[in-house]
């Protein structure tokens, strides 16, 4: 009971914070106000056991632990007067998906029915303690382009069975829901993980499997391991799924899983959905101009979405952390927890003298190689060492200078069209951990690089890409082949990677910058940046260290 | 003698020629993409396909075993999917941790099983017969993430007497004796508790065979013969008792490598259990080949020491062998 109405108070407490203007925190974002880093030495320490983590931080053996999931843990720690929890939506989103290629999918008015019979509620009050929120779009409600104004399917059986009849769908005597056209729904499998990899979402699909029996639509769940249904997915061998995305700021997974063109092998639509309209409208949204535009394409396409059910959203769970009040500076606010850039940047023991901060990683980092690495272990280190030319307001999410001081944009006519052109204005005073100072030569050898090698995990970023031209060591220009306002965020993401260690490297996939020694400073590896930490050590199963960077621009303004 | 260890030693590494078929046939033919694991969910499909070039996946199939094959021979196993660094070097820095772990609690557990399992064989109906095969059933009984979390909690949350995770502190102190010495602490309660679950197995075994041993003629006729106990104890029925005990012993000895998955994750080792585990899972064909080639290795020539063993333990294989000549 306790826990229960716990977690009413909390999910509450949540709405309450969302809710309230957004207006209230935008423009009081001051990033000189985190100069720092103000700790030496930040340990990465290696826990895999969530049990582990658990006792480390009550121990006192880890200051922060990020991304709670099990709401017992939160619940534990709710009680420990020495830790403090924060909360926030993210970006987190759990959809059915049903293959609308082939029959029964391929009716509008069963996918509706399907969205409004599902317990949304129900489910993510019981499996998640709270700790999640039914989603009812298809980007979360903490995205800048949400758009609330779109047709919803409240839990509503009755309704649908209303919406099917009128639609000229009948039951057989055994049930079963039969077409207008006198087709009987075959039985349906539900695809999903093994319960051993994902507990909640294998329990999801079979309570997803009764609700739609209950209605006539005989569903049962399949589970299976993760790659393979992945792979099944990838082929288009499958009737229905379950799956979870994280997405980010910008609202580029609607065009990567609802446009027609993205219905390939191994592309993200993986339901098939097919529209004209729907595609006219992502397509405004992947190339819209400005941010306006953007904002008008990606309303559009979430109402149209909402009509044409591709998939029915069904939860989105929120990120969790934990910090010991043995330190201070933590910066929260509704759309980040405690464990960011900006609170390792202010951190500082809340008594006493300055002592080494821990923070849990959940697993092991794996190659460290700025080129190669996507895993969240890896960028959770790569990411403190190397810095991009633009950041993110952690209270609107909106794009803030970086080491780029400001930029341009502006549309020009190219031999082939239009084309977005950004210009770039590097701080000034900027060094590598090195010493070797910052020039816009950097930004434009790794975007070359990039570009020329076809990293995979650039691709995206790069693929637009036109030229990039240096008038000076501080301005950078990036000619695009087309228009989109995205170009900004995808070329300005970039992580910028120093000249005169990446000219060097012969083989960018096998590059291991971690295990190298710097040529000159004995203290330094292969991985230099511009970051606020400097990278000293990794010790395989035991931690990663790093320093604070004295010569962190930012920091150097105290 | 000699004909019998070249047909032994031949027929494993026929086995071992088996095993690099089939290892290579098995993951290639296991549903599931590894493109599909590795990948960042925004890559385009263009940047799927091309990662799956950059791993040579778009070879053919006889080229792609070629490579492995010469790979293998050559111990270079080459670069792993998952953390994108040498195989070897992943095997290097996690073997150690788990042959100390593994290879400490398997010694122990042994060594304690079968000393208790013959004392509590020679004082049947006591008080410690019955300790010992009580302790002896739950030790076997309990499931070991259990048995180490309740340690974990009791010896390093609630009573700190050692330390929470991994094989060193952080940071890990300065020298050379200290270092090993916060090593041994931190191995202390992973190794203490397999013992703890391991035992049990061992005692009742040893037990048991030991019982059926004393009742054997060759016992009475030692009695009959007025033999010290000690000697009829050591000599005649421990002996019996040794060439099973080594072959169990040898055969355990390849779970030294792989048997640690749950361990290693409590105790937040960096071991090779769990590298096997996501390799397999995440389709990381070099390094889930390069560990049950390893393991394969090890089954195999475990299996040929234990009988070669087994002729120098015990007289009636060898009488038998000398016979065939």
Avoid at chain 2, 23 to 42: E, H
Wanted: contains cysteine.
């Amino acid at each position: 009971m306790k826990k229960s109405l716990f977690a009413l108070f909390l999910s509450a407490a949540i709405l309450a914070f969302c809710s309230s203007p957004r207006e209230t925190a935008a423009g009081t974002f001051d990033p000189e106000a985190f100069a720092g880093p103000k700790v030496k030495d930040l340990y990465l320490v290696i826990i895999r056991d969530p049990d582990a983590q658990l006792l480390a931080l009550n121990r006192g053996r880890a200051d922060i632990l990020g991304d709670l999931y099990r709401p017992v843990d939160v619940d534990a720690l709710s009680k420990s007067p020495a830790v403090e929890l924060s909360i926030a939506p993210g970006f987190h989103g759990f959809f059915l998906g049903f293959n609308v290629r082939t029959f029964p999918w391929n009716s509008v008015d069963l996918r509706r029915s399907a969205w409004q019979v599902l317990p949304r509620e129900r489910m993510v009050r019981d499996l998640f303690a709270g700790y999640a929120e039914p989603l009812s779009t298809f980007l979360p409600p903490v995205s800048p382009y949400f758009e609330p104004d779109v047709t919803v399917y409240p839990h509503d059986p009755e309704a649908a069975r209303k919406r099917l009849a009128d639609a000229g769908w009948t039951w057989g005597s055994d049930g079963v829901l039969i077409s207008p056209d006198g087709e009987k729904i075959p039985p349906q499998k539900l695809i999903c993980p093994t319960a051993s990899t994902a507990p909640t979402t294998a329990e999801i699909a079979v309570r997803m499997a009764e609700a739609l029996s209950a209605i006539g639509i005989p569903v049962e769940a399949e589970p299976m391991d993760f790659s393979t249904m992945i792979s099944k997915l990838d082929e288009r061998d499958f009737q229905m799924y379950v799956l979870a995305w994280q997405m980010t700021r910008d609202p580029d997974s609607l065009y990567a899983f609802y446009s027609s063109k993205m219905d390939i092998r191994g592309g993200y639509n993986m339901s098939g959905i097919s529209d004209p309209e729907l595609d006219k409208v992502l397509d405004r949204l992947r190339f819209a101009p400005d941010e306006a535009a953007a904002r008008a394409a990606a309303s559009e396409a979430q109402k149209l979405l909402s009509d044409l059910v591709p998939v029915v959203p069904v939860y989105s769970r929120y990120t969790i952390s934990a910090v010991s009040k043995q330190w201070k500076g933590t910066l929260v606010t509704d759309r980040v927890t405690a464990d960011n850039i900006w609170s390792l940047l202010a951190m500082e023991p809340a008594s006493g003298p300055m002592r080494p901060l821990y923070l849990v990683q959940a697993d092991e980092p794996r190659a460290l190689n700025p080129f190669t690495s996507s895993s969240a272990y890896d960028w959770q280190i790569l990411g403190l060492i190397y810095d991009s030319l633009i950041a993110v307001d952690p209270y609107t999410l909106e794009t803030i200078p970086w080491l780029a001081e400001s930029w341009t944009l502006k549309t020009e006519e190219g031999p082939s069209g239009p084309r977005t052109v950004l210009t770039f204005r590097l701080r000034e005073g900027v060094e590598w951990h090195d010493g070797t100072p910052l020039t816009a030569a950097d930004a434009a050898f790794t975007y070359e690089t990039l570009r020329k090698n076809a990293v995979p995990r650039y691709f995206d970023n790069v693929d637009n890409i036109e030229t990039v031209e240096t008038p000076d060591d501080h301005t950078l220009r990036v000619t695009m082949k087309n228009v989109s306002f995205w170009h900004l965020h995808r070329v300005g993401g970039i992580p910028i990677l120093p000249r005169h260690v990446i000219e060097k490297v012969t083989d960018w996939r096998s590059w291991l910058p971690a295990s190298e020694k710097h040529p000159s400073d004995t203290g330094l590896t292969g991985l230099v940046g511009t970051g606020p930490f400097v990278f000293r050590e990794y010790r395989p199963g035991e931690y990663v260290r790093l320093s604070g960077n004295e010569r962190f621009w930012l920091g150097r303004k105290r | 003698m000699s004909g019998y260890w070249a047909r032994r030693t031949g027929s494993a590494l026929l086995v071992l020629g088996l095993v690099l078929v089939l290892n290579f046939v098995l993951f290639r033919m296991m549903p599931g993409d590894p493109v599909a694991s590795i990948i960042d969910p925004n890559f385009s499909p263009e940047a799927k396909a091309r990662l799956s070039e950059v791993y040579g996946l778009d070879q053919p199939l006889p080229v792609q075993f070629l490579l492995y094959v010469r790979s293998t021979l050559t111990f270079d196993f080459g670069i792993s999917f998952l953390t994108g660094r040498p195989v070897i070097d992943e095997l290097k820095s996690r073997l150690p941790n788990t042959v100390m772990l593994l290879g400490t609690s398997l010694v122990l557990s042994s060594l304690l099983g079968t000393w208790l399992g013959m004392k509590a064989a020679l004082k049947r109906g006591s008080l410690l017969e019955k300790c010992v095969l009580w302790s002896g059933a739950l030790s076997f009984s309990f499931p070991s993430f259990f048995v180490q979390l309740v340690l974990l909690m009791a010896f390093a949350a609630a009573l700190p007497l050692f330390p929470l995770r991994g094989t060193l502190s952080v940071p890990p102190p300065a020298g050379g004796l200290p270092l090993l010495l916060d090593y041994l602490w931190h191995m202390a309660l992973p190794v203490f508790s397999l013992v703890l679950l391991g035992f049990g197995g061992w005692a009742l075994y040893v037990r048991n065979l030991m019982v059926k041993i004393l009742g054997e003629d060759f016992i009475l006729l030692a009695r009959a013969r007025g033999l010290p106990e000690r000697n009829i104890i050591l000599g005649h029925a421990f002996r019996t008792l040794l060439p099973p005990l080594l072959t169990i012993f040898l055969l355990s000895l390849p779970g030294v490598v792989s048997g640690a998955v749950i361990t290693e994750t409590v105790f937040s080792l960096h071991g090779v259990g769990r590298f096997l585990l996501e390799a397999v899972t995440g389709h990381d064909y070099p390094a889930a080949g390069a560990s049950f080639f390893l393991l394969a290795f090890l089954t195999v020539s475990c299996n040929l020491l234990s009988d070669l063993l087994y002729g120098l333990t015990d007289p009636r294989v060898r009488m038998e062998r000398g016979g065939r000549r």
